[in-house]
C-alpha cells in the first residue's frame, strides 16, 4: 500500500507540475464582464511617437490599441516630446498622476545630447478619473544633482513606511570621478513638490543603470515584500522588505537568454486573481518591442519562461517603455469610453470645396493644402454634453477640442467643465445648404451654427444663402 500511495502522489505532482506550467506559459483569457489592464506607452522616435498612448488587454497577454491606435496625450512643454511613461494612482483611488521623460529623440536632441545636457525635468500629467487629464507641467527632479545632466525613466511607488512615494529615476553624473547613470530618488506626496533626491541604486565601476521598476508580492511568495528589475548590463532582479531600506541581489535573467544589451525597460504585471506575474521587456536590439516572460515568483530568476510569439499579441502599435495599471470594473468602463477606436474625419467646406476644417496656433479656420494634414483631421466624439450630439477632438492635439468663445472658434483643452463641454458640443443636422451635407447647430445657442466668415470659423446666426453655404460641410475621411 505505502509504495502504491507513494506512486500515486508522485503522479498527482507529476499532473500539478504540468498544469502549473501549461497555466504559467498560456494564460487564459479572462472572462468579458472581468476588470482588464491598461498599459501607457510610447511607440517609437519623433514627435508623433513619442507622446502617450494607451493599449487596453483582457487577459494581460493580448492587447488592443485604445483611441484607434493614435496619441491620447501630447506635451506641449519642455521638449514637446515624452517617453517612459508611469502611471501611479493613489491608495485610496481617488487620484492619478502619469509621469514620464521630457525628451524627444529626433526633434532637435540626438542621443549624445540626451545624455551630456538634456532636460533635468520629469513631465507630470494629473487626473482623477483616468479620463479626463490636466495639462502637462514640468517637474524638475536633477537640477539640485550636482553635474546632473539628465533625468530619465521615472518611475513611483507608494511607500506605507513614510506615507508618501518614492519617486526614483536615472540621472548622469559625476559622482567619486565616474560619470554615468545612476538611480536617484525624492519622496512626494504631490508630485508637484519633492524632497533633496538622494542616490538609490549605483552599480560598480563604470556600470551603469538607467531603467528599474518595482513590484510588491504578497505573503507567501518568495522571500522579499519588493522585488525590482533593473536594466544594467542584465536585467538584475533584487529583493527587500522594505523600499527604500537594503536591497539583495537575486541573479539575473541571462539563464534564459535575455541580457541587457538584448532587452530593456522592465514593466511588471501582475495577473489578476492569482500568484502570476509577467515581466515585459522591450526588444530594442532588434526593435521589437515589448515581450513578456512569466513567472510565479519574481523573486526566483529560475522559476521566468520566455513565452512562443503566437502565445501573446501586442496589439497594432509598437509598444515601448512603459506601464500596466490593473484596472477596477469602474475605471475600465470610464478608459473605453473615453477613447474608443472612433474614425478620423476632416470637414470640408460646401462653397470652398478645396478648404478644410483645420487649427493653426489654436486658431480655427478653413484652409486648403494643409499642412500638415493632421491640423485638419478630427474625432467626432460622443457631445461632451450630452448624447445625441458630437464634439470635435483633435487628431494631433488629444484633449484639445473645437469650442466656440464670445462666437469666435479655437481649438482649446477640455478642462473638463460644464461651460466647455456646452461650448464645444453641436447637433449634427442636415446641410443647410445640402441636405446630403451637415450643418453644425451650437448646443447652447441653438440658433447658431458653426460657419466660416471670411475663412474664419465663426458662431453665427444664419439667415441669407450664402451664410447656410458658409455653415454646411461635409464629413470625410
Known amino acids: 500500500m505505502s509504495a502504491l500511495f507513494s506512486r500515486l502522489v508522485t503522479l498527482l505532482v507529476a499532473v500539478g507540475l504540468l498544469l502549473t506550467c501549461q497555466t504559467l506559459t498560456a494564460p487564459q483569457r479572462a472572462a468579458a464582464a472581468d476588470p482588464g489592464y491598461l498599459m501607457v506607452h510610447f511607440t517609437g522616435e519623433g514627435s508623433t511617437n513619442?507622446?502617450?498612448?494607451?493599449?487596453?488587454?483582457?487577459?494581460?497577454?493580448?492587447?488592443?490599441d485604445l483611441n484607434g491606435g493614435g496619441?491620447?496625450?501630447?506635451?506641449?512643454?519642455?521638449?514637446?516630446?515624452?517617453?517612459?511613461?508611469?502611471?501611479?494612482?493613489?491608495?485610496?483611488?481617488?487620484?492619478?498622476?502619469?509621469?514620464?521623460?521630457?525628451?524627444?529623440?529626433?526633434?532637435?536632441?540626438?542621443?549624445g545630447s540626451s545624455q551630456t545636457d538634456a532636460s533635468r525635468n520629469l513631465v507630470v500629467w494629473e487626473s482623477r478619473?483616468?479620463?479626463?487629464?490636466?495639462?502637462?507641467?514640468l517637474l524638475n527632479v536633477a537640477g539640485a544633482i550636482p553635474d546632473?545632466?539628465?533625468?530619465?525613466?521615472?518611475?513611483?511607488?507608494?511607500?506605507?513606511?513614510?506615507?508618501?512615494?518614492?519617486?526614483?529615476?536615472?540621472?548622469?553624473?559625476?559622482?567619486?570621478?565616474?560619470?554615468k547613470h545612476r538611480i536617484y530618488y525624492a519622496r512626494t506626496t504631490d508630485f508637484r513638490t519633492i524632497t533633496t533626491p538622494q542616490l538609490y541604486i549605483d552599480r560598480p565601476g563604470t556600470q551603469g543603470i538607467i531603467d528599474t521598476q518595482i513590484i510588491e508580492t504578497p505573503s507567501g511568495v518568495g522571500d522579499y515584500r519588493y522585488v525590482r528589475a533593473s536594466?544594467?548590463?542584465?536585467?538584475?532582479?533584487?529583493?527587500?522588505?522594505?523600499?527604500?531600506?537594503?536591497?539583495?541581489?537575486?541573479?539575473?535573467?541571462?539563464?534564459?537568454?535575455?541580457?541587457g544589451s538584448q532587452v530593456e525597460g522592465p514593466m511588471w504585471m501582475k495577473f489578476n486573481g492569482s500568484n502570476k506575474w509577467a515581466l515585459y521587456l522591450d526588444q530594442y536590439a532588434t526593435g521589437g518591442g515589448y515581450m513578456p516572460v512569466l513567472t510565479t515568483d519574481p523573486s526566483d530568476p529560475a522559476a521566468y519562461q520566455k513565452q512562443a510569439s503566437g502565445s501573446y499579441n501586442m496589439?497594432?502599435?509598437?509598444?515601448?517603455?512603459?506601464?500596466?495599471?490593473?484596472?477596477?470594473a469602474a475605471e475600465e468602463s470610464r478608459v473605453l469610453a473615453r477613447w474608443p477606436n472612433t474614425a478620423i474625419n476632416r470637414l470640408q467646406s460646401f462653397n470652398f470645396q478645396d478648404r478644410y476644417v483645420r487649427h493653426t496656433n489654436f486658431d480655427v479656420r478653413i484652409d486648403p493644402n494643409v499642412s500638415p494634414v493632421d491640423d485638419s483631421q478630427f474625432r467626432m466624439r460622443t457631445g461632451l454634453a450630452g448624447s445625441g450630439t458630437v464634439s470635435f477632438e483633435s487628431v494631433n492635439f488629444p484633449g484639445y477640442f473645437l469650442r466656440h468663445s464670445a462666437f469666435d472658434f479655437q481649438l482649446a483643452y477640455n478642462d473638463g467643465t460644464t461651460g466647455f463641454a456646452q461650448?464645444?458640443?453641436?447637433?449634427?443636422?442636415?446641410?443647410?445648404?445640402?441636405?446630403?451635407?451637415?450643418?453644425?447647430?451650437?448646443?447652447?445657442?441653438?440658433?447658431?451654427?458653426?460657419?466660416?466668415?471670411?475663412?474664419?470659423?465663426?458662431?453665427?446666426?444664419?439667415?441669407?444663402?450664402?451664410?447656410?453655404?458658409d455653415a454646411t460641410f461635409r464629413v470625410t475621411s
Not at 513619442?50 to 488592443?64: E, I, K, P, R
Not at 496589439?315 to 477596477?328: D, E, P, S, V
Request: hydrophobic content about 35%; overall charge neutral.
Open 231 to 259: 536594466g544594467d548590463g542584465q536585467i538584475t532582479l533584487e529583493g527587500s522588505n522594505s523600499i527604500l531600506g537594503t536591497w539583495t541581489d537575486l541573479g539575473n535573467l541571462s539563464g534564459i537568454g535575455l541580457t
Open 423 to 469: 461650448d464645444a458640443t453641436f447637433r449634427q443636422v442636415a446641410g443647410l445648404a445640402d441636405s446630403t451635407w451637415s450643418s453644425f447647430q451650437s448646443y447652447n445657442y441653438p440658433d447658431r451654427y458653426i460657419r466660416h466668415y471670411a475663412y474664419q470659423l465663426r458662431l453665427d446666426p444664419i439667415t441669407t444663402a450664402t451664410a447656410r453655404g
Open 148 to 179: 546632473g545632466r539628465n533625468a530619465w525613466a521615472p518611475e513611483a511607488i507608494w511607500n506605507p513606511e513614510t506615507n508618501d512615494y518614492v519617486l526614483y529615476w536615472a540621472t548622469n553624473a559625476t559622482l567619486n570621478g565616474v560619470l
Open 129 to 137: 478619473d483616468l479620463a479626463t487629464w490636466s495639462q502637462p507641467r
Open 71 to 111: 496619441m491620447v496625450l501630447r506635451s506641449t512643454v519642455g521638449t514637446k516630446g515624452v517617453r517612459d511613461p508611469a502611471l501611479v494612482r493613489s491608495p485610496d483611488g481617488s487620484k492619478y498622476w502619469i509621469i514620464a521623460t521630457d525628451l524627444c529623440i529626433g526633434c532637435g536632441q540626438t542621443w
Open 315 to 328: 496589439g497594432g502599435t509598437k509598444k515601448r517603455h512603459g506601464w500596466i495599471l490593473n484596472l477596477t
Open 50 to 64: 513619442q507622446q502617450m498612448y494607451l493599449s487596453h488587454s483582457t487577459d494581460g497577454v493580448h492587447w488592443n
